[in-house]
């Protein structure tokens, strides 16, 4: 059975930082590539950052030199350093998982019947 468990989201200051975590269950293997999606209230998921199963990262420019995406495979864990986070950050962040390898995320497409789902983690930046 695929899980997904995020954590780490919560209430932050503009310009503050926050590092979400996404732990797999042992069925998603290195083969999978990993993303992080986000939802703002009223509008379509998107794709925030993907990595590939081959180590091949790509980011929204609007996250770019702020957000980073990584992976322990010891771990099994997936993670999304978020700095100088901004008000338009704010919406439910998901973990992705990709059985194809992952080389989708760089379309910036929507989501997959295919993809794999945490249950969303609610990130809020707000003064």
């Known amino acids: 059975q695929v899980q997904l468990v995020e954590s780490g989201g919560g209430v932050v200051l503009p310009g503050g930082s926050l590092r979400l975590s996404c732990t797999a269950s042992?069925?998603?293997?290195?083969?999978?590539?990993m993303a992080w999606y986000r939802q703002a209230p009223g509008k379509e998921r998107e794709l925030v950052a993907g990595l590939t199963s081959d180590g091949y990262r790509n980011t929204r420019d609007s996250v770019k030199g702020r957000f980073t995406i990584s992976r322990d495979n010891a771990k099994n864990t997936l993670y999304l350093q978020m700095n100088s986070l901004k008000p338009e950050d704010t919406g439910v962040y998901y973990c992705?998982?990709?059985?194809?390898?992952?080389?989708?995320?760089?379309?910036?497409?929507?989501?997959?019947?295919?993809?794999?789902w945490g249950q969303g983690t609610q990130v809020t930046v707000s003064s």
């Open positions: 992705n998982a990709d059985p194809t390898g992952g080389s989708y995320y760089f379309t910036f497409g929507p989501p997959l019947p295919l993809h794999y």
């Open positions: 042992e069925t998603i293997d290195n083969s999978y590539g």
